[in-house]
């Protein structure tokens, strides 16, 4: 069966902003720091599935002097005091990387480092202090994106340094099983489902093949769906697939 969400297959990962669903505040941010290649220390907020790990790849690769280091606070964690050496490890790499690293022959310009720290809510506020210098240091060519389910599980000293970003749009509300769209998106089911079609236009030209309105029309009916691009894109799959069983 083919697949359509890119978390399985690799192929259809988005390589820039713009083949994102995002609600269009948080976009039009996003779009701004890759057109200009800067931005400042970011804090990435949001439920699993709504892109954070997605941005913070494309942002710390932006061609061609970007480089990204990334690591899975997740597993740092269940690693226990063995995990908390490698990150101290990783940090001390962070700071020594030469900037030639992350410099292309012939482009000019000036490259960034930049460190990515997926699940970082994960780790303790014990662990999260060994970041506090190295975030101050370098600063014009090192750059940190930290990726977070929850803001509150977040030090202080942490999020006082970093530009937050909210990437949830919606949630589903528990008893009428209904969208409600967060007051800060300015979005509406409608806008919503036209920006997560969107996505799903560009999928579909990856893979060179045609779903069609009737599959879109069954999975944006329902409401579950459409809750962040990942659920949206594994229910297209379904749908999509059920459909040309059928053919």
């Known amino acids: 069966m083919i697949k359509l969400d890119w978390t399985t297959n690799p192929k259809l990962t988005p390589k820039t902003i713009s083949e994102m669903a995002l609600y269009p505040e948080l976009k039009e941010e996003l779009l701004f720091y890759e057109k200009n290649g800067d931005y400042p220390n970011l804090l990435l907020m949001g439920d699993t599935g709504t892109g954070k790990t997605t941005a913070a790849r494309i942002l710390g690769n932006l061609p061609p002097n970007h480089k990204s280091m990334e690591i899975d606070c997740g597993q ?23 900037i030639d690293m992350v410099m292309e022959k012939g482009t000019g310009g000036h490259g960034k480092r930049v460190m990515i720290l997926d699940e970082f809510h994960v780790l303790p506020t014990s662990t999260q202090s060994n970041l506090y210098k ?15 389910n929850s803001e509150d599980k977040v030090d202080k000293p942490i999020k006082s340094r970093c530009t937050i970003l909210y990437f949830t749009t919606c949630i589903l509300h528990h ?11 300015e979005m509406n089911k409608k806008s919503w489902c036209e920006e997560l ?4 236009k560009i999928v579909e030209k990856k893979l060179d093949i045609n779903i069609a309105d009737k599959v879109y029309e069954r999975v944006l009916s329902k409401d579950g769906n459409l809750i962040d691009s990942r659920k949206f894109l594994q229910s297209l799959n379904k749908a999509y697939a059920m459909d040309a069983s059928k053919d």
């Open 134 to 148: 190295p975030i101050e240091m370098n600063t014009e060519t090192t750059k940190w994106i930290f990726c977070v």
């Open 76 to 98: 740092i964690k269940s690693d226990g005091a063995k995990g908390v050496k490698s990150l101290k490890e990783w940090i001390v790499g962070s700071q020594t990387m030469s």
């Open 197 to 200: 079609t969107k996505m799903a």
């Open 175 to 185: 008893k009428t099983g209904k969208l409600d769209f967060l007051a800060d998106t």
